[in-house]
């Protein structure tokens, strides 16, 4: 008869910050730095689009972005904030399959958004007349449900598999909980979660920068047969979007091949790098990229410090 206690679900999962304790309160500062700035960027750049009434696609389309941004580093900083004070970094098991779908689906909602943001900028270039039409409300609704709809059911799956597996163990080697650290920590067959998990990776890191492949291509042979001063805008345009896609692909496709295969054959602070980058440079990332080359926020930024924040400053100073 199979022993029964080596299989179990545990209460508590041990996460792999290692070295990391030995300097705890430096990294404490850095996250709660860092943590602040994203919050602040983000909800800055959210707060200029509804304030200012910019509801145009691209400006709702950004907004997506940082308001996901904020949505996977709530489910991170914290977490990493209150471990890093702890003697023994744990979380519990019902916990860490809540920041697995948060942080996964964060991942998910990105690629997509970039992905629609791509849809956006060829229409934008290569049909302006018909871009009203073809980018209506309605379906920039459309676009903006399908953004949310599609990675939450392909994650919610992935982790309806994830959490049906018995356990043998309960050490995360990262320092957050993912999909693939807690699968290999079952003592059972997990080929299902394991082609699943390649289905999700064709289906979002494979298909969705094809779709953005193509739309470039086709932006590339109208810029190809337009004036110099179109090209230089339209470049100017899909700058910002090209430096966030490219980033957030190099980041989850490092992450993604390096660290599933040999995570502990690699030294610890690749280790920790490679699996943070995704969840540290895109949020931070995108408010500023977009909020500096995107010319209308910027301007509205501008707008906002100069004529309202110092002034109000430079009023208070005369008063005393």
């Given at each position: 008869m199979e022993n029964s206690t080596t299989h179990f679900h545990p209460s508590v999962m041990t996460l792999g910050f290692g070295e990391m304790t030995s300097i705890k309160y430096l990294y404490c500062a850095l996250v709660i730095v860092w943590y602040l700035m994203i919050i602040l960027c983000n909800n800055a750049v959210i707060a200029i689009v509804i304030l200012h009434k910019m509801f145009q696609p691209m400006y709702i389309f950004i907004s997506t972005l940082c308001f996901n941004s904020l949505f996977g580093s709530f489910a991170f900083y914290p977490s990493l904030f209150i471990n890093l004070l702890q003697d023994v970094q744990t979380i519990s098991y019902v916990g860490c399959i809540v920041q697995d779908f948060v942080i996964n689906a964060y991942v998910g909602c990105e690629i997509t958004i970039l992905t629609v943001m791509g849809f956006d900028r060829y229409v934008s270039i290569c049909n302006p007349l018909r871009y009203n039409?073809?980018?209506s409300p309605t379906t920039v609704y459309k676009l903006i449900a399908t953004v949310w709809m599609y990675p939450l059911i392909l994650i919610t799956i992935h982790i309806i598999?994830?959490?049906?597996?018995?356990?043998?163990?309960?050490?995360?080697?990262?320092?957050?909980?993912?999909?693939?650290?807690?699968?290999?920590?079952?003592?059972?067959?997990?080929?299902?979660?394991?082609?699943?998990?390649?289905?999700?990776?064709?289906?979002?890191?494979?298909?969705?920068?094809?779709?953005v492949f193509i739309s470039y291509v086709e932006i590339l042979r109208v810029c190809a047969r337009s004036s110099k001063d179109f090209r230089s805008k339209a470049l100017q345009t899909c700058a910002p979007h090209l430096i966030s896609i490219t980033n957030f692909l190099v980041d989850v496709l490092f992450e993604a091949t390096l660290y599933r295969f040999t995570p502990t054959n690699l030294p610890y602070t690749l280790r920790v790098f490679m699996s943070v980058n995704v969840l540290v440079v895109p949020p931070i990332l995108n408010p500023l990229i977009y909020g500096f080359k995107t010319h209308k926020i910027r301007r509205k930024m501008f707008k906002l410090f100069f004529q309202n924040i110092i002034p109000l400053k430079c009023l208070s100073t005369v008063s005393r």
């Open positions: 039409t073809i980018m598999l994830t959490i049906r597996l018995p356990l043998c163990d309960s050490v995360i080697l990262k320092i957050y909980c993912d999909n693939w650290s807690v699968v290999r920590l079952s003592c059972v067959d997990t080929t299902v979660n394991n082609i699943y998990g390649i289905f999700i990776i064709v289906a979002t890191l494979v298909t969705m920068p094809l779709l």
